[in-house]
Nanobody, 121 residues
């Protein structure tokens, strides 16, 4: 079917600037909006940023000015450039994509397995 594989997480010092990547593969006919969500321990999953197939972006208020989402449609990859990380950004970051697997079929949501980002000195 469809797989989303994230990479780029790990242990980062406060103020660090890692970049997350998410590669979509499988039976993809249409790749619509893609996005990043995160879930911290004991909290619900929350939206970080989304990007449409045309490049329109949307950000959560808590990352505006620090994070930048982008995508490469040819590579079926979405990126999240994170700058000036804070300890409260510690979470598992999940990639999301709206995918159509046939020309006229429905669009379904797919999720990656998540990548841990830990911000600590």
């Amino acid at each position: 079917q469809v797989q989303l594989v994230e990479s780029g997480g790990g242990l980062v010092q406060p103020g660090g600037s890692p970049r997350l990547s998410c590669l979509a593969s499988g039976s993809i006919f249409r790749l619509n909006a893609m996005g990043w969500y995160r879930q911290a321990p004991g909290k619900e999953r929350e939206l970080v940023a989304t990007i449409t197939s045309n490049g329109g972006t949307n950000y959560a208020d808590f990352v505006k000015g620090r994070f930048t989402i982008s995508r490469d449609n040819a590579k079926k990859t979405v990126y999240l450039q994170m700058n000036n990380l804070k300890p409260e950004d510690t979470a598992v970051y999940y990639c999301n994509a709206e995918v159509g697997t046939t020309l006229w079929g429905p669009i379904h949501d797919y999720w990656g397995q998540g990548t841990q980002v830990t911000v600590s000195s």
